[in-house]
């Protein structure tokens, strides 16, 4: 089995790169850790399109507002590692918070507009912090491209809006979301859910589902649908924060359903927020 390097500072890190970058294809996949299938599934396709393979693992505290996760963000390094290894991954570079953040840190990478729609609406905070580590991890590890889930569908929006107004030259590559076998959406908060939290937690998929069918079925008006996808969310005792349809291309409303109309959920269950989207024409 290949040998798997941890790197620890962004000094290593760069070196790394400057030394492998001319001869190689790095693919890079970001991540926070406690990684599941959805984030393996990033590092395949990684693995087939480049010729080394960076992974990090950061939870960024910047991404977090005050009253939220941070603290308790699940964790398992070693496990994390070891999957990672399986993978023959080349390179896990894990920072601490004073490495990415020093004493004294001032700068901050800030998208308008479709970060202040959707989850920017109740975390205000959030993008900024995602924009920032990732416009400092593409500078650290300088890949020739980078491996994103649509699970996060505004984020990679987002940093693709980013990456094309800041002149990266990193590309960055969206890959489709991995759910559990009865439809939940892999995610590492997942991990909060008890027993009936996670049985409610199958009314984001089960919603997308029954949107999709009323589509097929010929419904082009998207209020009747986000009407009919509250309601299968409320009967699971499933908190709305957000429900939108909106068109994928722009992250903008739409009267009416076409093919680029997209899902867009928020849902607290319990005190978990879950988020889901998918297009609605399949
Ligand atoms: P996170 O560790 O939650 O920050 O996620 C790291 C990357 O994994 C992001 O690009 C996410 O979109 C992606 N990801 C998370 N969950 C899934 C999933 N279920 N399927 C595909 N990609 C995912």
Redesign the pocket.
Known sequence: MKKLKIIRTIKEMVAWSNQNKSQNKIGF??????L????L??VRTAKENSDLVVVSIFVNPTQFGANEDLSTYPRDFERDISLLENLEVDVVFFPNNQEMYPTGYKTWVVTDEITSILCGKSRPTHFKGVTTIVSKLINIVNPESM??????FQ??TVLKQMVQDLNFRTKIIG?????ENDGL????RNKYLNEIERKNALCLSESIKSAQKMIKNGEKSPNKIIESVKKIITKKSGKIDYVEILDERTLKFTDSIDEHSRLFLAVYIGKTRLIDNANLNV
Not at 175 to 179: D, K, S
């Open positions: 996949v970001p991540t926070m850790g406690y599941h299938e959805g984030h599934s990033l491996f994103m889930g649509t699970k996060d984020q990679l890959c489709p979301i991995v759910r959406a892999m995610s590492s």
